[in-house]
């Protein structure tokens, strides 16, 4: 522990008291960790402060002992952007007390959430006052609007609904220096300068610390089905997409899944089945909502899908039933990730391109991967509808214990290359934090490099706010 | 003309041709004074390149040779942003020779237009493959993508759609020092750093040039209706668009008028009559639309207006009966600064607060600028449902050749203090630029002040982009 850091935790906890001061190591322990294991980081001591004007002192404390603070809400990450440096140098700094749902209107569509709320927290406090928080995904139970905010988290609804960017409208948070933001007056209007709050959207804690945020709500659910579609090429399921947008407002879910992910789902997830009776090189997963609990939605797709049907567009496609068969066609598509796991070594990359060029991107990427790699398996899955693939290639006749050291580089490498020579994006909805930050250095313009440097350097020049993340 | 003018001007003329430099000062004239000829600048030379990349140049040029540049669309600013300093140290920067749509696609829902192009010229595009641009404003035959990018400009349909910032895709623009930052690539998730594309929309040219933006659409108008309502109060009328947005999806437009500037309108502008046969102390124009040609949204407007006298929310109303009655409605919204100037001198205040809190503030302001100025007349009409009120301040009795200079300073502070106690910003979607500076500076946390500037210094060390604007 550097003689700064001891000092800032005496004072922190003169200030604060004892419960906002973490140092026992075993406590620590399952936070400084990604949790997918891959990144080991060390702190002497985790801050809990319980209110905005705590996280405030803890911040100025930081800036006059030059003590970096790494802020961390569900641990829930995809590129360590929330662990610790390895050295010890930075100290943690937890959201996860500050955890009250300020407000939440009907009236006014309208939620104030602290960074610490848990994201299905959210989604019942909109619940209870009959409208919804309509961005999911996985990590519901346990990531935070804060984390979620700061990396402008996307998952399986931006389709309709957009990213966080889309759903938050105002962020309060406390800058390097001490000062508190505040973006949650509730303006619709405000044309007063630079956009702090859009700023620090995505800035995964490296200019600020978020405290709160007012997040719009949407009418609750009031019919939903759920389709599973057959059909020949990723190029027909984007046909099948403009078809069904021209046509209704509904579709908020679009998830491609290839054959042989529904292969892998099927072989080593219990208790899941084809949907469909025949087989088909690929599948989407379609999901209609609508808030009118009178509009017949299901009977609106199965009507739409027997169209595509009649023009060639799909080969085949089944409406569930019922919510546990709406639950099931979902569970296949949640799998995915899991089911490659058990089959053997992958390697993910969260990338995305212009919706009209994924079709063709898909085919032709895993075709140069197959051949550069030869033996390995490559393939895409997930939100055609936002140009926003999960592009896998998993070890095949490749996997040997130290496959991600010998080739992981390689891969991930030539991938990025491909992406990057498409227009594309290395990451989509993941964000760079630690793990995609050597990407980020070689494959930016020198323009934007300069331009995030210069950012980070005018808003945070001690440097404390979350180091080593983001920023090339 | 400075040495370094003069240079970059001879060295501008070579590379890019005679056409992109204008040197008569009979050319220049025009541009150097706002539209509403209250700031008058001067500009050696305007420079008008008709590419991105003629624009780098230019850009490059200024930053080696320590030229301030005033990038300028269509000159129709409210506060003085486009408009050079008066000493002649800066040069025009007009984007009106970048005035191509490259691209527009119904099946993308988007276009891509360079700064120069007309907003009504992308209308007429957009309309051309069947679908819209939903943002407009009075100034439509004049401003310009750029322009109204770079100073998210708002209008009549934000209530729907929101204000530029909803409806651009991506930003490309040439950065201070001369580097292409290219945001069209169309993607629709992307998380690999902070968002510069957010950071330039609004930053009024003090940050770099916009070149072109990509912007979304959405589907055509298949049907519209037009209500005049009158109605007690302003709280009165939040009531009543609230009780519509939660029974209709329709409601586009929700302009509030008190009787006062009704009356004015029917006084001054030709060819008006008044909608309703009784009066009422509070009037709104309510519009709603629909992309379904064969939903009656006539019929449903006049239903919910219906139920909405009968639970007595409304005290009257009529629809349009036809386009050209539609029209007329919308005429008096539009003519009530032109009515009110031809009565007297007026002081204008374009604000915001929570929509919740705009009809009890709107009153309580009122009451309190009359109490403070006995004789002057004050009130606000406009967007409600955006809670952003256009608050005038007409002179009455106080009416003098030199009112404004008198106690035009002393009115417009008072309602900036009124506006910052109640959380509201001293400008909802006109900007800063010249006109509104020392207010910023006056008002805003000294924290935010800080990280403006610390921004602007970082992207624009050399402070050649639209110097003395926006940043306080």
Redesign the interface.
């Known amino acids: 522990m550097t003689h700064g850091q001891a000092q800032l935790i005496a004072e922190a906890e003169r200030r604060l008291g004892p419960k906002a001061i973490i140092t026992d190591q075993q406590d620590i322990e399952p936070w400084v960790t990604d949790w997918r294991g891959r990144v080991h980081g060390a702190a002497s001591a985790m801050l809990a402060p319980a209110s905005t004007e705590e996280v405030a002192e803890i911040v100025r404390l930081a800036a006059e002992l030059r003590v970096p603070l790494v802020p961390q809400g569900g641990n829930t990450g995809m590129v360590a952007g929330a662990t610790p440096p390895g050295d010890g140098s930075a100290l943690l700094l937890s959201m996860r007390r500050m955890n009250r749902i300020r407000s939440v209107s009907a009236?006014?569509r309208r939620a104030v959430a602290e960074a610490g709320v848990v994201l299905e927290t959210l989604h019942e406090a909109a619940d209870d006052v009959g409208m919804r928080f309509p961005l999911t995904l996985g990590a519901r139970g346990s990531c935070t609007i804060g984390g979620l905010t700061s990396?402008?988290a996307?998952g399986t609804q931006?389709l309709k609904f957009g990213?966080m960017?889309?759903l938050v409208a105002g962020v309060e948070a406390i800058?390097p220096?001490g000062?508190?933001?505040?973006g949650l007056?509730?303006?619709?209007?405000?044309?007063?300068?630079?956009?702090?709050d859009?700023?620090l959207?995505?800035?995964e804690g490296t200019?600020g610390v978020i405290t709160a945020v007012a997040l719009r709500l949407v009418p609750a659910i009031g019919a939903r089905t759920v389709a599973w579609v057959g059909l020949e090429s990723p190029t027909r399921a984007l046909e099948l997409l403009?078809f069904l947008e021209a046509r209704t407002d509904g579709i908020e879910g679009f998830e491609l899944v290839p054959q042989d992910s529904l292969r892998l789902v099927l072989k080593h997830v219990p208790n899941t089945r084809p949907p469909l009776s025949g087989e088909h090189d690929w599948q989407v997963l379609v999901e209609a909502t609508t808030p009118d609990a009178d509009h017949d939605v299901a009977g609106e797709l199965e009507r739409l899908l027997g169209a595509a049907l009649q023009q060639g567009i799909i080969e085949d496609a089944v409406l569930a039933a019922n919510e546990a068969q709406a639950e099931a066609f979902w569970k296949i598509r949640d799998t995915i990730s899991e089911a490659e796991r058990a089959e053997g070594q992958t390697l993910a990359h969260d990338i995305?391109?212009?919706?009209?060029d994924m079709p063709a991107f898909l085919v032709s990427a895993s075709g140069k991967v197959e051949r550069a790699f030869p033996g390995v398996v490559a393939s895409g899955f997930g939100?055609l509808g936002?140009?926003?693939i999960h592009f896998h290639v998993r070890a095949g006749a490749h996997a040997a214990p130290d496959w991600y050291e010998r080739e992981g580089e390689a891969i991930t490498r030539f991938v990025d290359d491909l992406v990057t020579a498409a227009?594309?994006?290395?990451?989509?909805?993941?964000?760079?934090g630690q793990l995609k930050r050597a990407e980020?250095a070689r494959l930016?313009?020198?323009?934007?490099i300069?331009?995030?440097r210069?950012?980070k350097?005018?808003?945070d020049p001690l440097g404390i706010m979350n180091p080593g993340k983001?920023?090339p």
Chains 1, 2 share one sequence.
């Open positions: 009236e006014d990396t402008n996307g931006v990213t960017r889309s800058l220096d000062s508190i933001h505040d007056s509730g303006l619709k209007k405000d044309n007063r300068g630079y956009s702090l859009q700023l959207i995505g800035a200019l403009r995305s391109v212009a919706v009209a939100h936002d140009g926003n227009g594309g994006s290395i990451s989509a909805e993941h964000g760079i980020l930016a313009p020198p323009g934007r300069h331009a995030l210069a950012i350097q005018a808003l983001l920023v």
